[in-house]
Nanobody, 126 residues
Framework: QVQLVESGGGLVQPGGSLRLSCAASGFTLEHYAITWFRQVPGMEREAVSCIGFSAGSFFYTDSVKGRFIISRDNAKNTVYLQMNSLKFDDTAEYYC???????????????????WGQGTQVTVSS
């Protein structure tokens, strides 16, 4: 079964850190760029960060620059999103998806993603 599985979310206080994982199952992740998205109920899904298939390119939305770090371990078929200095506004369900480039078409239009995983919930609360 071809799928991406997100994990690592949880409840954290403001200023805390979490590391999300996006693990591929049934295919090789190294041939794809990966984009992390997040969504708050009632809001549109937004792109947060992406990494190119060679890990040579990165992209971050302005609100997370300097706080989030994206990386990949192709040997583990996994992409990570290290989230530091978390803020209340980072609370959301986080998803990952494949794309051809970083940033790719899905960065600008998440509707281009054909299949979504179950996501992982990040809650920043005191």
């Amino acid at each position: 079964q071809v799928q991406l599985v997100e994990s690592g979310g949880g409840l954290v206080q403001p200023g805390g850190s979490l590391r999300l994982s996006c693990a591929a199952s049934g295919f090789t992740l190294e041939h794809y760029a990966i984009t992390w998205f997040r969504q708050v109920p009632g809001m549109e899904r937004e792109a947060v960060s992406c990494i190119g298939f060679s890990a040579g390119s990165f992209f971050y939305t302005d609100s997370v620059k300097g706080r989030f770090i994206i990386s990949r371990d192709n040997a583990k078929n996994t992409v990570y999103l290290q989230m530091n200095s978390l803020k209340f506004d980072d609370t959301a369900e986080y998803y990952c998806a494949t794309d051809s480039f970083c940033p790719g078409g899905s960065w600008y239009d998440p509707r281009l993603v054909e299949s979504w995983g179950q996501g992982t919930q990040v809650t920043v609360s005191s």
